[in-house]
């Protein structure tokens, strides 16, 4: 491909997204607001006979305790488990019936109770979501086996290098905030946490005023809205208002090495950055793509195909609304380690003191853009998209204006984030045992 072919990828890629990207009409979304403030929104496709419905809350572990911590993610697994009219076999039977399944699962920013089915049966999806949502039976014996599945989740992500890695990577960046534990909490409070706990949580987050619900498929956009206030217009708003997550405090810069019994070394540098709504959230994240976004970024080309230090590169910047991370890991041999280390500093000191080419931006911008557009594909996914953005205060549409901001970033703009951002590194090193 040319310079000029290159350089004109990423403009053609955000043409695709801000055009809906593939499979959509132009301008097909719609929202709605119910009396009592629960928001609707309505994507009309006619790309395939399926439906996707995505209900999110907001209030994921954000929002937690250290001695809650897990409880968002608990709540939304046992409401599976059984509603007021039908049992958890019986709630997945029903699914199935319509061609599709239910799930749901709490995250850092939200809680998503979420459904797919034929296209035709859109009507008794969106009614078996509204019942999980709004019918939990919180059935004791089925809370004990949620809690052992996620108590052997917990442990499982222990005892794999990278989840371990990560994990204490994020506890140094983030202190005693919740950013810095996973979604799915910590063993004492998972095994604390009772079904009184859990139904505070219900009552804390399902309110309507907290709650987005995204509908995308072959559906008639009317329709959809008064379904929605026939099963959820019923709620009430409560008078007080939503308390706000709690404030991240500073960090400390540092390196930690952690022995565990495994055969491949880790290294995992983390910087804090800007939230997703932040002015220079999408510089940072092309800075994370120019490091470790695909084959062609800095650390794959550098240190495993030139210098064969690594089996595993990238980096990692993920959607949050506080301060976001940004993270580079490499695995490696145990006899490259310190070899590997030096390597990743040294690529992060570069992106500080030289500038990015034309080329490199280029392609770091269209392996952004490429995936954002690769993971909207499926009804699923775009339901997903809405209901989050809308529900953690970005405006359903952000993709489209996130796409436009990837697009305008420039050089000077990734030396600006990397000046401000990329100082003082946490390092997390994971080694076998000596």
């Known amino acids: 491909m040319s310079p000029a072919g290159r350089l004109a990828l990423p403009a053609v890629l955000a043409s695709l997204l801000l055009a809906g990207g593939a499979g959509a009409e132009p301008g097909a979304v719609r929202q709605h607001v119910l009396p009592n403030g629960l928001r609707v929104l309505v994507r009309e496709s006619a790309?395939?006979?399926?439906?996707?419905?995505?209900?999110?809350?907001?209030?994921?572990?954000?929002?937690?305790?250290?001695?809650?911590?897990?409880?968002?993610?608990f709540l939304q697994r046992v409401m599976l488990r059984g509603t007021t009219k039908r049992s958890a076999v019986r709630l997945a039977e029903a699914a199935e019936d319509i061609g599709g399944r239910l799930d749901a699962a709490g995250e850092v920013e939200s809680a998503e109770v979420r459904g797919e089915a034929l296209a035709r049966h859109w009507e008794a999806l969106l009614a078996l979501v509204a019942e999980v949502a709004?019918?939990?039976?919180?059935?004791?014996?089925?809370?004990?086996?949620?809690r052992r599945l996620l108590l052997s989740q917990l442990r499982t992500r222990a005892d794999n290098p990278f989840?371990?890695?990560?994990?204490?990577?994020?506890?140094?960046?983030?202190?005693?905030?919740?950013?810095?534990?996973?979604?799915?909490?910590?063993?004492?409070?998972?095994?604390?946490?009772?079904?009184?706990?859990?139904?505070?949580?219900?009552?804390?987050?399902?309110?309507?005023?907290?709650?987005?619900?995204?509908?995308s498929g072959q559906v008639a956009r009317a329709r959809v809205v008064r379904a929605?206030?026939?099963?959820?217009?019923?709620?009430?708003?409560?008078?007080?208002?939503?308390?706000?997550?709690?404030?991240?405090?500073?960090?400390?810069?540092g390196r930690r090495v952690l022995e565990r019994p495994v055969?491949?070394?880790?290294?995992?540098?983390?910087?804090?950055?800007?939230?997703?709504?932040?002015?220079?959230?999408?510089?940072?994240?092309?800075?994370?793509?120019?490091?470790?976004?695909?084959?062609?970024?800095?650390?794959?080309?550098?240190?495993?195909?030139?210098?064969?230090?690594?089996?595993?590169?990238?980096?990692?910047?993920?959607?949050?609304?506080?301060?976001?991370?940004?993270v580079a890991y490499l695995g490696t041999a145990p006899a490259s380690l310190e070899a590997a280390e030096a390597g990743v500093l040294r690529e992060l000191a570069r992106l500080r003191t030289e500038r990015v080419g034309p080329d490199e931006l280029?392609?770091?911008?269209?392996?952004?853009?490429?995936?954002?557009?690769?993971?909207?594909?499926?009804?699923?996914?775009?339901?997903?998209?809405?209901?989050?953005?809308?529900?953690?205060?970005?405006?359903?549409?952000?993709?489209e204006r996130y796409a436009r901001a990837l697009e305008a970033v420039t050089a000077e703009d990734v030396a600006a984030a990397a000046a401000r951002w990329l100082t003082g590194p946490t390092i997390i090193v994971l080694t076998p045992v000596r």
């Not at 709004?134 to 949620?146: C, G, M, T, V, Y």
């Open 134 to 146: 709004l019918a939990p039976a919180f059935p004791s014996e089925e809370i004990e086996k949620e």
């Open 228 to 253: 929605a206030e026939r099963l959820f217009g019923k709620l009430e708003r409560p008078a007080a208002a939503i308390p706000p997550p709690p404030p991240v405090p500073p960090r400390t810069a």
């Open 47 to 73: 790309s395939a006979p399926v439906v996707a419905v995505s209900l999110q809350v907001r209030g994921g572990s954000h929002f937690e305790t250290a001695e809650t911590a897990g409880v968002t993610n």
């Open 263 to 326: 055969h491949q070394a880790h290294v995992l540098v983390g910087y804090r950055g800007p939230g997703l709504t932040e002015p220079a959230y999408p510089a940072l994240r092309v800075l994370g793509a120019v490091l470790g976004g695909g084959m062609a970024s800095r650390l794959f080309v550098e240190l495993r195909d030139k210098e064969g230090l690594a089996y595993s590169v990238g980096a990692l910047a993920p959607y949050r609304t506080g301060p976001a991370f940004l």
């Open 362 to 399: 280029a392609r770091a911008k269209a392996h952004l853009l490429g995936r954002l557009a690769m993971d909207r594909r499926t009804n699923a996914r775009r339901a997903w998209y809405l209901a989050f953005f809308e529900v953690v205060g970005a405006g359903w549409d952000f993709p």
């Open 163 to 215: 989840p371990a890695g990560f994990d204490a990577l994020v506890r140094e960046l983030y202190g005693p905030h919740p950013y810095a534990w996973p979604s799915l909490g910590r063993r004492a409070s998972l095994e604390r946490l009772g079904r009184e706990a859990l139904v505070g949580r219900y009552r804390e987050l399902y309110r309507p005023d907290r709650m987005v619900l995204a509908v």
